[in-house]
């Protein structure tokens, strides 16, 4: 679902209860981040989140990890450990079984991966198939990692490069390059558990992660949460192999115009920067990296951190003075 | 006027296939889509290229119409 519609669904269910009696949900609706969380304990909080989609691959296997990754990746963006999870999922009734086996079997290694435990589940049937997990993690109250504490002269830190849309559309018609594929895919099959431990042990301000709306709008939600703006150098910026082929073709999925339409308005761009590419900021990615706002004398700490884990990295800009507004130089 | 039916196709074929007729260079073409992602895939590639666009609604889709 687009951000414009996602809002005006969501504004009801912000009229169900008052964040006030509910001093324990440290971070819910009043401030939309990348997962519910709950103090149960003075130094202990559960981190919530559910996240499912239609297939972004042809195989069962690899496209269930996909799914699993990306789900637990919103724990990892709240600076948590994922503890549990329970898949989601529809099935058409016509789906081999062997094929629904798949897509549990590269869950549940992917959940085991990240030294958690996939523990049961939902199944339906539909038409098109639907995958995804519901994960519980952990966090202490007070590390918690919101989007919404970006500070003025933070460094800007993304964990995985871009153009995961542009790829699997195209992979969709059959027009993509298996290495570009096979780029993509591996990128996206990355835990953002490593980047998340590293973001910890380093102390950063904010996080969050890029998914459905695209580097710009998660950017933009959050130099809006954080009532700052955030300032990305293009040369910085890192792509997957393929995207800026397939963006010159003009291949974008429906959500990257989704995108640009209700982000637009907070993003401006240096004059010269050809139309292809700022759509191509907008293209939703799937199973993304974390950016994060870090303080620039605690980036060689994160820098550190990121590289013994051998966390591929990229310093892509900087949080600068602004309301919620966005800025490719 | 070339004609690109590309109704029924989904994303990104119509603007695979508008490529095709810009790159034979017979002008005007029309091209006929379902979706407002293949026309934008088609209005926004044809404007990178420097054509004039023209996108109107037609039946339960789209026109859009190429020129250089």
């Known amino acids: 679902m687009g951000p414009e519609a996602l809002a005006q669904v969501l504004q009801p269910l912000k009229d169900t209860f008052r964040e006030a009696q509910f001093p324990d949900l440290l971070v819910g609706l009043g401030k939309a981040d990348d997962a519910a969380v709950y103090r149960l304990a003075p130094d202990l909080a559960i981190v919530q989140t559910l996240d499912f989609f239609a297939p972004v691959v042809d195989d069962g296997y690899t496209y269930g990890a996909i799914a699993a990754v990306n789900s637990m990746s919103d724990v990892w963006a709240m600076g948590g450990e994922v503890l549990l999870a329970l898949s989601i999922a529809a099935f058409p009734p016509n789906l081999p079984p062997e094929i629904a086996q798949d897509i549990l079997r590269g869950a549940g290694d992917k959940v085991a991966e990240a030294g958690a435990v996939l523990a049961g589940g939902h199944t339906m049937e539909d038409k098109e198939p639907k995958f995804g997990l519901c994960v519980t993690g952990t966090v202490h109250p007070d590390k918690v990692i919101t989007k919404s504490a970006a500070q003025v002269g933070d460094v800007l830190v993304l964990t995985k490069p871009l153009g995961v849309g542009v790829i699997t559309t195209a992979l969709k018609q059959g027009l993509a390059d298996p290495a570009h594929v096979d780029a993509a895919t591996a990128s996206m099959l990355r835990l953002n558990q490593a980047a998340a431990r590293a973001m910890q042990a380093a102390g950063v301000h904010a996080a969050t992660d890029i998914t459905g709306f695209g580097l710009l709008g998660h950017a933009q939600e959050m130099a809006a949460n954080s009532g700052v703006g955030l300032r990305f150098v293009l040369e910085a910026l890192p792509f997957l192999p393929g995207a800026h082929e397939y963006a010159a073709k003009w291949i974008f999925p429906g959500g990257a115009y989704n995108n640009e339409r209700f982000y637009a308005p907070h993003v401006s761009f240096a004059a010269g920067i050809p139309d292809e590419t700022q759509l191509l900021l907008y293209d939703p990615e799937t199973s993304g990296g974390l950016l994060i706002a870090v303080a620039r004398e605690r980036l060689a700490a994160l820098e550190a951190e990121l590289r013994n884990a051998n966390q591929p990295y990229w310093v892509v800009g900087e949080v600068v003075d602004g309301d919620g507004t966005v800025a490719v130089v | ?68």
């Open chain 2, 1 to 68: 006027m070339v004609t690109v039916d590309a109704r029924g196709l989904s994303c990104p074929q119509p603007v695979m296939l508008a490529k095709q007729a810009i790159d034979k260079g017979e002008f005007p073409i029309e091209v006929l889509v379902d979706t407002v992602t293949s026309r934008e895939n088609v209005r926004r590639l044809a404007q990178r290229l420097g054509l004039k666009v023209q996108a109107e609604p037609s039946g339960d889709g789209f026109k859009v119409t190429l020129d250089k």
